[in-house]
């Protein structure tokens, strides 16, 4: 079993930053891919941005140039790195890991879930 804590949300301006981080404790064999997703109120969760084991990061258009997603291994640990925050960032951000189960197979788990508001 996986257990993701989430911290590093709150408020902050237009044009300022934030880093999200999201710590992976538990019993496990291994942790594959690991991500962020977000959901604005009355939208669906979107993919924000994953990394591999191997550190291949890939994000979605929106945030592109402005967020940088990274991992370490030792630690089992993901952040999200947000910087020139937009109004239309804020959503809850919620941390997504897949590792493999006793029966061969992979299974997603996911943090709590963090407030990341922006606004003046």
């Known amino acids: 079993q996986v257990q993701l804590v989430e911290s590093g949300g709150g408020l902050v301006q237009p044009g300022g930053s934030l880093r999200l981080s999201c710590a992976a404790a538990?019993?496990?064999?291994?942790?594959?891919?690991m991500a962020w997703y977000r959901q604005a109120p009355g939208k669906e969760r979107e993919l924000v941005a994953q990394?591999?084991?191997?550190?291949?990061?890939d994000y979605t258009d929106s945030v592109k140039g402005r967020f940088t997603i990274s991992r370490d291994n030792v630690m089992n640990t993901v952040y999200l790195q947000m910087d020139s925050l937009k109004p239309e960032d804020t959503a809850v951000y919620y941390c997504?890991?897949?590792?493999?189960?006793?029966?061969?197979?992979?299974?997603?788990?996911w943090g709590q879930g963090t407030q990341v508001t922006v606004s003046s």
């Open positions: 990394v591999s084991s191997g550190g291949s990061a």
């Open positions: 538990g019993t496990f064999f291994a942790i594959y891919g």
């Open positions: 997504n890991a897949k590792a493999p189960t006793d029966y061969g197979t992979v299974r997603d788990y």
